[in-house]
T-cell receptor, first 111, second 113 residues
Framework: DQQVKQNSPSLSVQEGRISILNCDYTNSMFDYFLWYKKYPAEGPTFLISISSIKDKNEDGRFTVFLNKSAKHLSLHIVPSQPGDSAVYFCAVPSNTGKLIFGQGTTLQVKP | ETGVTQTPRHLVMGMTNKKSLKCEQHLGHNAMYWYKQSAKKPLELMFVYSLEERVENNSVPSRFSPECPNSSHLFLHLHTLQPEDSALYLC????????????FGPGTRLTVL
């Protein structure tokens, strides 16, 4: 059973609007969450993270929200830009250091 | 050169071939990872090395054999692969204890004929 789930395989938004990417997890012991962005033919690059002691972390146009009671986190991108078009993965570190990834959501931002 | 590099970027091999994937990190990290990304599946961890010792082997078939000669280099030796092993193989590194962030290489796109 997948511990980290991204239920929307794709999302399309207009340039300038908000993009909201969602991620659900099953283990309430997870205490740190990361978002990665991946362009075709490149490896994932770290985008933003949040600790479970917070419910919001903001970095420029990117904000991650954490709802621990719902075991849900979301990534907000505002305003969205065409260069944001990529695959976005949420990930959780296990106690052995490995990252457990969601399936990814492909974001397309239309000019 | 900085970051995490992987060679080759693309590899096509037959089922009887032996090949190796190489990963090199120039970040001073002491943990390195191999991940596999198949189409429409999440990234799957294959192996973890910390301080050049394998600390995790995620039930990977023996036709995949990792090697970590030092903290900067990681290899994945491939032998008698199957077509379903065709995937993107990603290497990553991290510095445990200071950050949970992992830095990824660009990946090797492997096709097994």
């Amino acid at each position: 059973d997948q511990q980290v789930k991204q239920n929307s395989p794709s999302l399309s938004v207009q340039e300038g609007r908000i993009s909201i990417l969602n991620c659900d997890y099953t283990n309430s012991m997870f205490d740190y969450f990361l978002w990665y962005k991946k362009y075709p033919a490149e490896g994932p690059t770290f985008l933003i993270s949040i600790s479970s002691i917070k419910d919001k972390n903001e970095d420029g146009r990117f904000t991650v929200f954490l709802n621990k009671s719902a075991k849900h986190l979301s990534l907000h991108i505002v305003p969205s830009q065409p260069g944001d078009s990529a695959v976005y993965f949420c990930a959780v570190p296990s106690n052995t250091g490995k990252l457990i990834f969601g399936q990814g959501t492909t974001l397309q931002v239309k000019p | 050169e900085t970051g995490v590099t992987q060679t080759p970027r693309h590899l096509v091999m037959g089922m009887t071939n032996k090949k190796s994937l190489k990963c090199e990190q120039h970040l001073g990290h002491n943990a390195m990872y191999w991940y596999k990304q198949s189409a429409k599946k999440p990234l799957e961890l294959m192996f973890v090395y910390s301080l050049e010792e394998r600390v995790e082997n995620n039930s990977v078939p023996s036709r995949f054999s990792p090697e970590c000669p030092n903290s900067s280099h990681l290899f994945l030796h491939l032998h008698t692969l199957q077509p379903e092993d065709s995937a993107l193989y990603l290497c990553a590194s991290s510095q445990p204890g200071t950050s949970r962030e992992q830095f990824f290489g660009p990946g090797t796109r492997l096709t097994v004929l």
